[in-house]
């Protein structure tokens, strides 16, 4: 099942970067889930690059559900959206089938494809594919809401400057669907920070928070169907992650037992923690208190900085000078991918639990 | 698949803490791989507790091959191995079934089981399960090491302690047979360290690193079974386990690309990077560089200090003194444990790529 | 994993009779596999109904593939193929979204899916999706082919007439690409035979019998997994299959183990066996023969004479006459479906032993 | 996953027929579920060689359940049986290793495993691992039968001999705990044939029926996870079977579309279909009539008269004689294995519809 993520509700993901269309196909849906175009339209709006911070490639993002939806809900059979690709440029790319871009999957893909991997603008590995995912994520996300859990991913950093952390989940949740952080102060000193590291022809990695309220308690599985593994599995298919942590996550490194346990209270009736360091996870479980996890994104590799490679053909060291249209920092542009991961991998949990109907709203 | 990792090569694990055995099935191991008793006695010790800083419940780990051995080796028929549970003492636990331990399993299985869970020393959640994944793991190491792949897991740091990083790895591999870390010095003070807290009654948590050396290029998916998401959900499988990193990780928060990107070069004839930021992991695919990942273990949730939870019968908060046998700090016991769910992830990858056979040495 | 079949080369379907397009995702393909679109189109020109004993609803399948080729062979990224649903009239089916027709899935979905299924033409349900299944199907053979494994499909028998049984199979396989039979007066009387059946308002079923030549020896797994299973649930995904047997299969009710079972002889330094009545099967493993196997296909459910149905809104027993396009006989329209999903199986199975590359050319 | 059944709740087989144990692990089942040692025993006996017609090794099968069991309920882990091998005699099967038994997965096997395969008594292809699939599916069908469930198999002919067609379902069951047929002079028959048979050194073959009443309406998925092609997966996992049919099965080849049609009709209130022709299913999914299926069983391949083999090591033909225990036939005791993963079958499919819970009683 390589390029297939769930068990119970599964996402297929195909296409290429500069093919004539990308897509997936969710199956395992209940019947009669509503979908919004629009709303899914919205997510993919947020994923869209947008202003100076951004590649100028924009695509439109005009998706077409194909399948699995009739009388404006799901059916319950396998849902494919297609998105086409409009704004492709493959001259930029011919070169690189040669000479692979450090740090970016073209010279694993040369070693695993045996050379017939569609190089033209990362083919398969490409972020565009990304939008496909958002798709996914927003049908899942509205069935999610439609039961009462809520997720929202903020920048919590781009290089020395940090947004705040949530506060008030419900509207801090609004705040995330006009900008990127919680604090719009520190939206502005990010933007600042990458045009300036964008005009050095760099790029900035950052890290991203997000914060899930109203799953149900006793979802996931000991040991290999944790809701740390399955989630943590969703997050990294997202192209740049390369970690996650949940809760305190490596902060529990310097701390002891006396400090990192989360005390047990009965608040209202309910068992609840008064510590939140285990992010809402005890042995691969959910115990209730909101899932808290943080993401480590790389900074983009496609940079304008002349760099070192080979070429596979000669097999000699080389100068790379990339051309082309690229984005100096993608970490905004991977938080609603991050959305769009959680809330499929929360679907495919909850569904393995309560069975198919269980969306049904 | 709930309690059984991997697709092509898989591990099925069952067993409670108090029950008679544990053990664990092995499947899709190609026939003819030599199966060795001694190597998987030697991995088993490894994990063991000893000294003052581990439980006093030690046990034999007297191992049994029920099935899949025939003639010192593999048959290609499924591998079942037991190992009796002996020092069991079920006493100790008998009130954790209604004041559930503050960052252990205990609530959520309660949730998830409707209190049909073995409370029994964590039942299916104990760390002792882990000594059949180490027996599963020592099967799949000594089968890398044949094809020349290997892997080792150090204590990076306890509380403010740190090892050295990885220098001359075939040495240093060997060196870790002896002790968790590759600095005896380091290692002498965490233990110094994780007495002083045992003392009063407190545990320590820490990082563990792990490199693998030898791995095949190529091997690995395009997003959803990329080699980050697929080692990341076999270590999170791991009690205690709450973030994975590779490569710099969380540290590409604060770079730039034109840091964090490797360049290539031809050295020998053959395609290397000069850095390794990316830990041998370029789109999901080994690019041929060691594979390089950290964990974060979470300090041993059972602590003698008085701590709050809650009554589950009565629903009223309680206060809860653990009695029994506890280890103070887990970290260097979950490294022969990184070790074996590394090696099973790294077998079910490289038997998908290459078919059943590439193991047969 | 509802809508996939496979483990190693999965393939994914989509979509309903009346949709924009169905369509198929082929994952885990080697790259480099040669993609010929004429065979594909002569594939699907075999399932394309034709003549006075088919459906008066003739497609063109006019497919495209969206992903995973790139000069004209596969990427070994996800393979997508859509093929528009052209000549779609929905209006004779709107009826039967309450008066469900008798053996067709109409009333078993409603119960499934809560009545929110797509009911135009039997929706996700209709025999239509099998053309992306031959198409996914023609991909697999020539595979398949490259590597010297021939599949060959005829009608066994339909009513009283039956057809020869394979003597020279090359010969015969390229016979079949002309006829449904190996003896083309066989055929003739089929087609008489179904011809006088539709004057009536009234369908048949029929017999396929499948050979397939050139399986590696030693592919397929004990207990679970063995090849009959495997393929006997890819014949089952074919609509109106109800029965799948292997070798002597139901024959073997009445034979004795001296004359069921196959001798073993060495020919020309090989192991063969000197009958075949296990059909290319031992213990769920090929062997080496031929697998042979045959499949039951009932009448067509959609008949133009009046039948007894009942009324999902009134809950009251109703008679139903059927209009629109339908078969009298789908059994010759199924037999490049039953190709199809064989050739489909066998990789999966392939792969699975020999790994991902072994479709490599 | 070569030999674990299952997506939602999943059965690994594990053992060989001489090793010390088989063994088998359940997981998914849901926690609470009561599990009574006697049914299993009951049904383990049911299996067990009784009697004149066969074979004269006689196992007591006392199972051990190993794990997943607390005060005598389903605690939700993974549950474990073991069954020691007792009465092994390994002594008869030394030569097996270069004469491959006719119609045995002995030769198979040998290409498969590259002659590592354990030969004695079969190995991991012995029947004798059906005894742990018994285990299994008693503990399967105590669930269903807590859901008003009920499964029943009967001989329905051995050579010429036949067993008349289930009439009152539950007197019927009932009657199928003392005799494998509904009819005890078809039984007494059957057996004199199997003896006069079995005089001769010789075997035989049989058709086994089974129906199951009480399954909700639409359950199964529409294409490859249908109820068809599920039981028949897990039917074709059974040592020896060749066939299987649903309904009418290969009777339809002769049948028109007008008697082949189920008309429906509301008895009762509840739409029911007054012919059941297709056994219970449409379009793979349950329309709440009893699901009918005929499995087609070999006759035993271990027979007394000499036969024709090779020698693999010297690669030319020669004689085999086999001494050994023998049954002359198994389609009796192939009864309760069919009952046992046809409840396997059954339940995975129910805990995909309606989720983990679903069998809590």
């Known amino acids: 099942m390589k390029n297939t993520f769930g068990n119970y509700v599964s996402v297929t993901l195909f296409g290429e970067s500069h093919g004539a269309e990308i897509g997936v196909v969710m199956d395992g849906l209940a019947p009669g889930i509503p979908v919004d175009e629009n709303f899914i339209a919205e997510k993919l709006k947020k994923r869209r690059p947008s202003g100076v911070i951004s590649t100028a490639r924009v695509e439109e993002d005009k998706f077409r559900i194909v399948s699995g939806v009739f009388g404006g809900v799901t059916t319950g059979a396998p849902l494919c959206i297609l998105i086409p690709n409009k704004n492709v440029n493959s001259k930029d790319y011919s070169l690189l089938s040669e000479t692979p871009r450090p740090s970016h999957a073209d010279f694993a893909a040369h070693c695993k494809y045996h050379g017939n991997q569609d190089y033209r603008g990362g083919g398969h590995f490409s972020g565009r594919l990304t939008a496909a995912l958002v798709a996914a994520g927003a049908i899942a996300q509205s069935a999610l809401l439609a039961k009462g859990i809520k997720i929202g991913t903020h ?52 890290i991203l928070e997000t914060a899930v309220t109203g799953m149900p308690k006793g979802v996931g599985e000991p040991w290999f169907d944790g809701v740390e593994g399955v989630i943590a599995r969703a997050i990294y298919a997202i192209p740049a992650v390369k970690g996650v942590e949940f809760g305190a996550g490596f902060g529990f490194g310097k701390m002891r037992g006396s400090q990192a346990n989360d005390p047990f209270a009965i608040r209202n009736g309910e068992v609840v923690t008064l510590t939140n360091n285990n992010g809402g996870i005890n042995g691969g479980i959910t115990n209730g208190m909101p899932i808290i996890f943080r993401t480590a994104v790389k900074p983009t590799p496609s940079i304008f900085i002349e760099q070192q490679t080979v070429n596979l053909k000669t097999m000699m060291d080389e100068k790379l000078s990339l051309k082309g249209r690229h984005d100096p920092a993608i970490v905004h542009r991977a938080a609603p991918v991050v959305d769009a991961m959680t809330a499929i991998a929360l679907l495919d949990m909850l569904c393995g639990r309560f069975g198919t109907d269980y969306l049904i709203p």
């Open 155 to 206: 920048i919590s950093s781009i290089g020395e400057i940090s947004d705040r952390w949530f506060e008030d989940f419900d509207s801090d949740v609004e705040r995330l669907k006009e900008n990127p952080t919680l604090d719009p102060i520190a939206w502005h000193e990010m933007q600042e920070y990458i045009k300036s590291v964008a005009k050095e022809g760099d790029s900035v990695g950052g």
